[in-house]
Nanobody, 122 residues
Framework: VQLQAYGGGLVQAGGSLRLTCAAS????????VGWFRQAPGKEREFVAA????????YYADSVKGRFTISRDNAKNTVYLQMNSLKPEDTAVYYC????????????????WGQGTLVTVSS
C-alpha cells in the first residue's frame, strides 16, 4: 500500500488546516497510521498516530490539545486536524503505515509517500 498526504498550505498563526492521508493499492483499515513532520534542517519527528480501529491515539506533547488524528476506514483515509497552528509547526508532513502496530518512532512505520508542506506565518 502506498500512502499520499495532502491538504497542506500557507496559514496564519492561530489558523487551522486538515491534512488527509489516502491509500492506494490496498486497504488502510488493517493498519495503524502515523503522522510525522520534518522541518528544514531537522530530523523527522513524530506528531500523532492512530490504531487500526481508531480506538487508540498517540500525540506528541508539542501538539497535544491542538491536533486531532482520526480515520474513516470506509473511505480508506486518515485525517490530521490541526488547530491553533504556530510558526514552529511549519514542516513537511508525512503519513506512514504501521509496520508493527502503533508506535512513536518513524522506524515503526513505512509506505511513506510524498509529504505535504504546511507553512505557518507569524
Amino acid at each position: 500500500v502506498q500512502l499520499q498526504a495532502y491538504g497542506g498550505g500557507l496559514v496564519q498563526a492561530g489558523g487551522s488546516l486538515r491534512l488527509t492521508c489516502a491509500a492506494s493499492g490496498r486497504t488502510l483499515s488493517s493498519y495503524a497510521v502515523g503522522w510525522f513532520r520534518q522541518a528544514p534542517g531537522k530530523e523527522r519527528e513524530f506528531v500523532a498516530a492512530i490504531s487500526w480501529s481508531g480506538e487508540t491515539t498517540y500525540y506528541a506533547d508539542s501538539v497535544k490539545g491542538r491536533f486531532t488524528i482520526s480515520r474513516d476506514n470506509a473511505k480508506n483515509t486518515v485525517y490530521l486536524q490541526m488547530n491553533s497552528l504556530k510558526p514552529e509547526d511549519t514542516a513537511v508532513y508525512y503519513c506512514g503505515r504501521g509496520l508493527v502496530g502503533l508506535g512513536y518512532d518513524s522506524a515503526d512505520f513505512g509506505s511513506w509517500g510524498q509529504g505535504t508542506l504546511v507553512t505557518v506565518s507569524s
